[in-house]
């Protein structure tokens, strides 16, 4: 059973830091499979944020390009976000995803089948 265990959220103030982290279990470690962050602000639509496949092929929603990375330590089998220059915008929810099947680093949220709980991110101005 795949399991996705968000953390590292927090409140921070505009311009700040935070390191979101993914922990994967029962998820192939080294995989060719797609990972990727969304989040969804109360009263919005979900939206993708970054997307992984291996280094080099990642992909970012345009309104984070910049300012957000997105990696994978396959010794632990947890997938990061580090999101740096933040904005009240960027205030959400975050949630891991993986996918089952999609090599590609999708940011369709109809690719991924197994979705974390979420962590909070909040930014003040």
């Known amino acids: 059973q795949v399991q996705l265990v968000e953390s590292g959220g927090g409140s921070v103030q505009a311009g700040g830091s935070l390191r979101l982290s993914c922990a994967a279990s029962?998820?192939?470690?080294?995989?060719?499979?797609?990972m990727a962050w969304f989040r969804q602000a109360p009263g919005k639509e979900r939206e993708a944020v970054a997307s992984?496949?291996?280094?080099?092929?990642?992909n970012y929603a345009s309104s984070v390009k910049g300012r957000f990375t997105i990696s994978k330590d396959n010794n632990k089998n947890t997938l990061y976000l580090q999101m740096n220059s933040l904005k009240p915008e960027d205030t959400a929810m975050y949630y891991c995803?993986?996918?089952?099947?999609?090599?590609?680093?999708?940011?369709?949220?109809?690719?991924?089948?197994?979705w974390g709980q979420g962590t909070q991110v909040t930014v003040s101005s």
């Open positions: 995803a993986a996918a089952r099947w999609t090599g590609i680093a999708s940011l369709t949220s109809g690719d991924y089948s197994y």
């Open positions: 992984f496949v291996r280094d080099g092929n990642t």
């Open positions: 029962g998820y192939p470690a080294a995989s060719s499979r797609a």
